[in-house]
């Protein structure tokens, strides 16, 4: 059955190592992480010249891939074969040649580590992937949801021994999405500068990766659920003055995801801070905004709320309005979720 990043992780942390390896999915991270850790450490470097070979899918067919699988290695116990964008490799949709990809799979050479890397999922209906499922290691790596990237970040952070704020973790979920390696390469430089036991606050993810702890979407959504009128467009000016840097889609995806789960909490009945947070699936720091909104938005005006924002989303792809600057569109949003 298909296995967890986080189980092959660890054994080749113990430096156990199978014969076949398929990574794919739409979440590339997880897939490189793998792919790199066998590049680096699956064989030592004196062994690497002759029995170690990093191929391409486009430049292979799977007469090649078997034919280099099949060798044996050179003074050494065993070679590495890794195939990065398999996906583009030839034959794996004939059935004349993908047949001997599946006896190889079932009969696998115990001195070849051979790693299949996709850049997007394979169908686990076709016989060589069940094959590989049963006889070899299946990694399916899938992009995580919106609302799990804070809890990520935290994951992350804790295991490189930093704490992260609140404030901050939010800041960098919004600003950089499920963008998983781009998340991961920003946490790496902003903890290769921290001093020792610092840890990382909203001026910290401002100072190293750009993003103003004053004026985000986290801080207009703060805003308007505090029903503050001036503070909203304040921050709706600094956006219209820098465009490049707060295109407007980010912006409703945010507080569409917000009022929507607005909607949820007015449906349940324990609106305590820890119920609230399970219900939603939010880090329990930010449950505490949902109940101030609730008092501060009815029902029904969330409702309507939530129609304004498909109305703007509207407006803003030029759908029967011809074209509205986002500057307009996002002061009439703001104006009309205020009054």
């Given at each position: 059955?298909?296995?967890?990043?986080?189980?092959?992780?660890?054994?080749?942390?113990?430096?156990?190592?199978?014969?076949?390896?398929?990574?794919?999915g739409?979440?590339?991270?997880?897939?490189?992480?793998?792919?790199?850790?066998?590049?680096?450490?699956?064989?030592?470097a004196?062994?690497?010249?002759?029995?170690?070979?990093?191929?391409?899918?486009?430049?292979?067919?799977?007469?090649?891939l078997?034919?280099?699988?099949?060798?044996?290695?050179?003074?050494?116990?065993?070679?590495?074969?890794l195939?990065?964008?398999a996906?583009?490799?030839?034959?794996?949709?004939?059935?004349?040649?993908?047949?001997?990809?599946?006896?190889y799979?079932v009969?696998?050479?115990?001195?070849?580590?051979?790693?299949?890397?996709?850049?997007?999922?394979?169908?686990?209906?076709?016989?060589?992937?069940?094959?590989?499922?049963?006889?070899?290691v299946?990694?399916?790596?899938?992009?995580?949801?919106?609302?799990?990237?804070?809890?990520?970040?935290?994951?992350?952070?804790?295991?490189?021994?930093?704490?992260?704020?609140?404030?901050?973790?939010?800041?960098?979920?919004?600003?950089?999405?499920?963008?998983?390696?781009?998340?991961?390469?920003?946490?790496?430089k902003?903890?290769?500068?921290?001093?020792?036991?610092?840890?990382?606050?909203?001026?910290?993810?401002?100072?190293?990766?750009?993003?103003?702890?004053?004026?985000?979407?986290?801080?207009?959504?703060?805003?308007?659920?505090?029903?503050?009128?001036?503070?909203?467009?304040?921050?709706?000016?600094?956006?219209?003055?820098?465009?490049?840097?707060?295109?407007?889609?980010?912006?409703?995806?945010?507080?569409?995801?917000?009022?929507?789960?607005?909607?949820?909490?007015?449906?349940?009945?324990?609106?305590?801070?820890?119920?609230?947070?399970?219900?939603?699936?939010?880090?329990?720091?930010?449950?505490?905004?949902?109940?101030?909104?609730s008092?501060?938005?009815?029902?029904?005006?969330?409702?309507?709320?939530?129609k304004?924002?498909?109305?703007?989303?509207?407006?803003?792809?030029?759908?029967?309005?011809?074209?509205?600057?986002?500057?307009?569109?996002?002061?009439?949003?703001?104006?009309?979720?205020?009054?």
């Amino acid at each position: 059955m298909p296995q967890t990043f986080e189980t092959v992780w660890k054994e080749l942390k113990k430096n156990q190592y199978a014969p076949l390896y398929l990574l794919a999915g739409d979440e590339p991270y997880y897939t490189d992480q793998l792919a790199s850790y066998l590049e680096e450490n699956a064989l030592p470097a004196s062994a690497r010249d002759f029995n170690q070979f990093v191929l391409y899918g486009k430049d292979i067919n799977v007469g090649t891939l078997l034919s280099y699988a099949k060798r044996f290695p050179m003074l050494s116990d065993r070679q590495l074969i890794l195939v990065k964008e398999a996906q583009d490799m030839q034959g794996l949709d004939a059935k004349d040649t993908v047949r001997f990809l599946e006896d190889y799979i079932v009969n696998p050479l115990p001195s070849t580590i051979l790693v299949l890397c996709f850049k997007s999922n394979v169908d686990e209906r076709k016989a060589w992937v069940k094959a590989w499922d049963k006889k070899g290691v299946y990694v399916p790596s899938k992009k995580l949801y919106d609302n799990k990237i804070p809890d990520w970040i935290a994951s992350y952070c804790h295991e490189k021994g930093v704490k992260i704020s609140p404030k901050a973790l939010q800041m960098l979920s919004e600003f950089i999405g499920n963008d998983l390696k781009r998340i991961a390469n920003e946490l790496d430089k902003i903890i290769l500068n921290l001093r020792a036991d610092e840890s990382i606050q909203a001026e910290t993810v401002e100072r190293f990766v750009g993003v103003s702890r004053e004026f985000n979407n986290f801080e207009l959504q703060k805003a308007l659920l505090n029903r503050d009128v001036a503070r909203s467009n304040l921050i709706a000016y600094h956006f219209s003055r820098n465009p490049k840097d707060n295109p407007i889609q980010p912006t409703l995806i945010i507080l569409y995801n917000f009022f929507s789960k607005l909607l949820l909490t007015h449906a349940t009945a324990d609106k305590s801070e820890r119920n609230l947070a399970s219900t939603l699936g939010v880090n329990p720091f930010f449950a505490k905004d949902y109940v101030t909104a609730s008092r501060n938005f009815s029902l029904d005006k969330t409702v309507s709320v939530i129609k304004y924002l498909r109305q703007a989303d509207a407006q803003s792809k030029g759908v029967e309005v011809g074209v509205i600057s986002e500057e307009v569109i996002l002061k009439d949003l703001i104006f009309k979720i205020l009054h």
